[in-house]
Protein backbone atom coordinates (compact mmCIF):
# COMPACT_ATOMS: atom_id res chain seq x y z
CA UNK A 1 0.00 0.00 0.00
CA UNK A 2 1.31 3.56 -0.81
CA UNK A 3 0.42 6.99 0.91
CA UNK A 4 0.65 9.78 -1.21
CA UNK A 5 0.26 13.33 0.47
CA UNK A 6 0.37 16.29 -1.44
CA UNK A 7 1.29 20.00 -0.76
CA UNK A 8 2.19 23.44 -2.02
CA UNK A 9 -1.13 24.26 -3.88
CA UNK A 10 -2.92 28.01 -3.06
CA UNK A 11 -3.51 31.12 -4.73
CA UNK A 12 -1.47 33.08 -7.30
CA UNK A 13 -1.77 35.93 -9.80
CA UNK A 14 -2.03 35.03 -13.50
CA UNK A 15 2.03 34.39 -14.46
CA UNK A 16 2.99 33.42 -11.38
CA UNK A 17 4.54 30.04 -10.23
CA UNK A 18 3.80 27.74 -7.89
CA UNK A 19 5.99 24.04 -6.82
CA UNK A 20 3.95 21.22 -5.34
CA UNK A 21 4.96 18.19 -3.54
CA UNK A 22 3.90 14.87 -3.21
CA UNK A 23 5.19 12.60 -0.41
CA UNK A 24 4.91 8.85 -0.53
CA UNK A 25 5.06 6.01 1.97
CA UNK A 26 7.40 2.69 1.98
CA UNK A 27 10.12 1.56 0.74
CA UNK A 28 8.80 0.95 -3.47
CA UNK A 29 8.46 4.82 -4.68
CA UNK A 30 11.73 4.34 -6.81
CA UNK A 31 10.26 1.59 -9.26
CA UNK A 32 7.06 3.30 -9.76
CA UNK A 33 6.12 5.77 -12.54
CA UNK A 34 4.20 9.01 -10.96
CA UNK A 35 2.20 11.04 -12.56
CA UNK A 36 0.54 14.43 -12.22
CA UNK A 37 -3.52 14.96 -12.88
CA UNK A 38 -6.08 17.90 -12.32
CA UNK A 39 -10.02 18.21 -12.12
CA UNK A 40 -11.39 21.80 -12.61
CA UNK A 41 -15.18 21.92 -11.44
CA UNK A 42 -17.53 20.12 -13.63
CA UNK A 43 -14.96 18.66 -16.15
CA UNK A 44 -13.04 15.05 -15.49
CA UNK A 45 -9.92 14.28 -14.23
CA UNK A 46 -7.40 14.87 -17.05
CA UNK A 47 -3.62 14.08 -17.34
CA UNK A 48 -0.74 17.13 -16.60
CA UNK A 49 2.52 15.34 -16.35
CA UNK A 50 4.16 11.39 -15.55
CA UNK A 51 7.95 11.30 -14.94
CA UNK A 52 9.55 7.09 -14.98
CA UNK A 53 10.53 5.79 -12.00
CA UNK A 54 14.38 6.73 -12.71
CA UNK A 55 13.34 9.72 -13.84
CA UNK A 56 14.96 9.52 -17.10
CA UNK A 57 11.47 9.67 -19.21
CA UNK A 58 8.82 12.27 -18.89
CA UNK A 59 5.42 13.35 -19.98
CA UNK A 60 3.07 16.32 -20.75
CA UNK A 61 -0.06 17.43 -21.45
CA UNK A 62 0.19 20.14 -24.63
CA UNK A 63 -1.34 22.64 -22.35
CA UNK A 64 1.42 22.59 -20.02
CA UNK A 65 4.13 21.41 -21.87
CA UNK A 66 6.71 24.55 -21.61
CA UNK A 67 5.50 25.76 -18.38
CA UNK A 68 5.29 22.92 -16.35
CA UNK A 69 8.14 20.06 -15.19
CA UNK A 70 7.71 16.90 -13.34
CA UNK A 71 10.51 15.79 -11.18
CA UNK A 72 11.18 13.10 -8.35
CA UNK A 73 14.08 13.05 -5.88
CA UNK A 74 14.04 8.86 -4.75
CA UNK A 75 15.75 9.68 -1.65
CA UNK A 76 13.20 12.04 -0.18
CA UNK A 77 10.30 9.34 -2.15
CA UNK A 78 8.99 12.57 -2.99
CA UNK A 79 7.78 13.52 -6.80
CA UNK A 80 7.63 17.55 -7.85
CA UNK A 81 5.73 19.71 -10.09
CA UNK A 82 7.02 22.99 -11.19
CA UNK A 83 4.23 25.07 -12.56
CA UNK A 84 5.28 28.70 -14.26
CA UNK A 85 3.38 30.85 -15.98
CA UNK A 86 0.51 29.88 -14.81
CA UNK A 87 -3.00 30.82 -16.35
CA UNK A 88 -6.55 31.22 -14.73
CA UNK A 89 -7.12 27.90 -16.93
CA UNK A 90 -5.06 26.13 -15.08
CA UNK A 91 -6.95 26.39 -12.10
CA UNK A 92 -8.01 23.09 -10.37
CA UNK A 93 -7.57 20.19 -7.56
CA UNK A 94 -3.95 18.65 -8.62
CA UNK A 95 -3.82 14.80 -7.59
CA UNK A 96 -0.81 12.95 -7.61
CA UNK A 97 -0.54 9.32 -8.86
CA UNK A 98 1.76 6.52 -8.97
CA UNK A 99 1.48 3.33 -10.81
CA UNK A 100 2.07 -0.24 -9.74
CA UNK A 101 5.50 -1.46 -9.28
CA UNK A 102 7.60 -1.43 -12.52
CA UNK A 103 5.00 -0.33 -14.95
CA UNK A 104 5.63 2.31 -17.57
CA UNK A 105 4.26 5.53 -17.17
CA UNK A 106 1.01 6.33 -18.93
CA UNK A 107 -1.64 9.14 -19.14
CA UNK A 108 -4.26 7.50 -18.24
CA UNK A 109 -6.02 7.99 -14.74
CA UNK A 110 -7.34 4.68 -14.72
CA UNK A 111 -3.98 2.84 -14.37
CA UNK A 112 -2.94 4.40 -11.66
CA UNK A 113 -3.34 2.73 -8.60
CA UNK A 114 -2.50 4.71 -5.66
CA UNK A 115 -3.79 8.55 -5.23
CA UNK A 116 -3.15 11.57 -3.28
CA UNK A 117 -6.05 13.59 -1.63
CA UNK A 118 -5.08 17.11 -3.69
CA UNK A 119 -4.46 20.01 -3.52
CA UNK A 120 -6.26 23.40 -4.54
CA UNK A 121 -4.97 25.54 -6.93
CA UNK A 122 -6.10 29.09 -7.72
CA UNK A 123 -4.94 31.21 -10.46
CA UNK A 124 -6.81 34.74 -10.59
CA UNK A 125 -6.38 36.59 -13.86
Known amino acids: QVQLIESGGGLVQAGGSLRLSCAAS????????MGWFRQAPGKEREFVAA????????YYADSVKGRFTISRDNAKNTVYLQMNSLKPEDTAVYYC??????????????????WGQGTQVTVSS
Open 51 to 58: ISWDGKST
Open 97 to 114: AARKQFRPTSVVPGEYDY
Open 26 to 33: GRTFSSRA
